[in-house]
Nanobody, 124 residues
């Protein structure tokens, strides 16, 4: 059974940092791209960052470039999202996801697996 189990998140002041973790299990993810999406109240779930499990190439949405870093630990089968210089507009529920590597990683409907979501709240 495939599972993506998230941890991290919480409440932080603007300018602060948080790190999210996503522990993957149940299959080999070498043919997948791992990503983070977020969903703010009343908005659609949107792409934030992605990393190719094999090769480690990374991709970011423009609004987080230079502030967020996605990484993976292959030995631990875990993906991380380091979030620095957080802003109130980063407030959302964050989800990790896994999509087959040849599919468009920015489209949430392409994703085969999702984590349970974790709340990130940035106060001004």
């Amino acid at each position: 059974q495939v599972q993506l189990v998230q941890s991290g998140g919480g409440l932080v002041q603007a300018g602060g940092s948080l790190r999210l973790s996503c522990a993957a299990s149940g299959r080999t993810f070498s043919s997948y791209t791992m990503s983070w999406f977020r969903q703010a109240p009343g908005k659609e779930r949107e792409f934030v960052a992605a990393i190719r499990w094999s090769g480690g190439n990374t991709y970011y949405t423009d609004s987080v470039k230079g502030r967020f870093t996605i990484s993976r630990d292959s030995a631990e089968n875990t993906v991380y999202l380091q979030m620095n210089t957080l802003k109130p507009e980063d407030t959302a529920v964050y989800y990790c996801g896994a999509v087959y590597r040849f599919r468009d990683y920015t489209i949430r409907e392409n994703y085969a697996y999702w984590g349970q979501g974790t709340q990130v709240t940035v106060s001004s």
